[in-house]
């Protein structure tokens, strides 16, 4: 019963992040006709993102907290339909004020989903939770894919883009009903679970553990790290080849497709590795990509191999640190899962930046020598983690 139950939350689950990964992508190639709508310029609807990115931090930093008290499913519930209400303001909304309420509230939504749906696979497949949350994160890159192909037709077809992002609602509303169904027969059970982490809670505050520092200092570098390199490949290549923009942009997507394959190809090799053994694959690869990309800067298919072997690398990283999780933290791991996600989302915030302000301030072989830092620093943090978990996994020998 309860595998059948695990079973249905995860088919919901990544449903609601192919539903995530459709809105999000979706999002900016409809800014212009945001912008039309709403007698506004594409440079100003730009603050929807910050708007979303505000409310997806509050949510998370607060999210360990709220779900030990209210339990997964209600704030599953919630951050769904808040999704959907969002996404509802969003194609109907005419001036620029409301527009960014409701994406505030679309980044409240998006942060409980993300929070929560790696929580609940992680936990709900405990010794299979690599090969889970991958499966979870590349139907996420399936939406992410179809996102603008959709807005594409829909333009071609209908003339308005934003009726990608009314379907999405839909679809977010729809698995709003369909959680809130399966939160109401396990209502008593989340309840005890609730007195049980509340307790636990007090003998073993969160705070000072230093696991969770420490996946949350490499969940800061593995986010920051693959959105730095995706985000300024195609600059980085037509400033080192003189590639057109077009055909740089056409390349860069390469990076792109190859994290999903790497998250395909983690999905097996979770069948094979321990999760130590696949972090140290995957830091090795990147290593020896950050090194291919820093000497092989001012060549293009030299530069588009390490960027795709970095990609292939990358791809399992994130959903690897989240499948440490339950393993290391218990009944504490919603509100170590909190610090540790926000980590992630606070490096996807600051190190695109910064990357981007030394790709362009100073040099395309300084933004190399930063990826190549970065990635360093997430081995010293492994090689770290490793000491830490093996250490902890001998006291019991000990005594």
């Known amino acids: 019963m309860n595998r059948s139950r695990n079973r249905v939350i995860f088919v919901i689950t990544c449903i609601s992040f192919f539903s995530f990964g459709i809105y999000s992508a979706g999002l900016g190639p409809v800014i212009l006709e945001l912008a039309d709508r709403i007698g506004s310029t594409p ?43 969002g996404l509802f303001g969003l194609v109907n909304v005419k001036s620029l004020g409301l527009l960014v309420s409701f994406c505030f509230v679309i980044g409240l939504g998006q942060g409980g989903l993300d929070m929560v749906s790696n929580l609940i696979v992680s936990q709900a497949y405990p010794e299979k939770s690599v090969a889970f949350l991958n499966i979870l994160h590349l139907v996420y890159g399936v939406g992410s894919t179809l996102g603008p192909i959709l807005v594409s037709l829909f333009i071609k077809y209908f003339n308005r883009g934003l009726l990608v992002e009314w379907v999405a609602g839909v679809m977010f509303f729809a698995l709003g009903l369909v959680f809130l169904f399966i939160h109401r027969e396990e209502k008593v059970v989340s309840s005890e679970t ?50 057109s923009p077009e055909k740089a942009s056409m390349s860069a997507s390469l990076y792109w497709m190859f994290i999903s394959i790497g998250r395909v190809l983690a999905i097996f090799l979770s069948n094979k590795l ?9 830091i ?21 191999i390490s960027l795709i072997f970095i990609g292939l690398s990358f791809g399992g990283f ?43 301030s100073i040099s395309p072989a300084a933004f190399a ?31």
């Open 318 to 360: 994130y959903p690897l640190l989240l499948s440490f999780m339950p393993k290391f933290f218990g009944k504490n791991v919603d509100k170590a899962g909190s610090i540790i996600i926000t980590s992630g989302t606070v490096g996807g915030m600051i190190l695109p930046s910064l990357a981007g302000n030394i790709l362009n």
């Open 274 to 282: 321990t999760q130590m053994k696949m972090l140290f694959v995957n």
């Open 43 to 85: 440079a100003a609807i730009g603050i929807i993102f910050t708007a979303i990115y505000t409310g997806s931090l509050l949510t998370q930093i607060t999210s360990g907290w709220l779900t030990t008290k209210f339990g997964r499913m209600t704030i599953m519930t919630i951050s769904i339909l808040l999704i959907a209400l």
């Open 369 to 399: 020598w930063a990826i190549l830092f970065f990635i360093s620093s997430l081995a010293v943090l492994s090689l770290i983690l490793n000491r830490k978990t093996s250490q902890k996994e001998q006291l019991p020998n000990a005594a």
């Open 194 to 243: 609730v007195k049980v982490e509340l307790v636990e809670d007090k003998q073993t505050p969160v705070f000072t553990n230093v696991l969770v520092w420490l996946l949350g200092a490499m969940l800061f570098i593995v986010v920051g790290t693959q959105f730095s390199v995706g985000s300024w490949a195609s600059i980085f290549l037509t400033n080192t080849t003189g590639l």
């Open 284 to 304: 090795a690869g990147s290593i020896v990509g950050s090194i291919l990309f820093l000497i092989t800067t001012g060549a293009y298919l030299p530069s588009l």
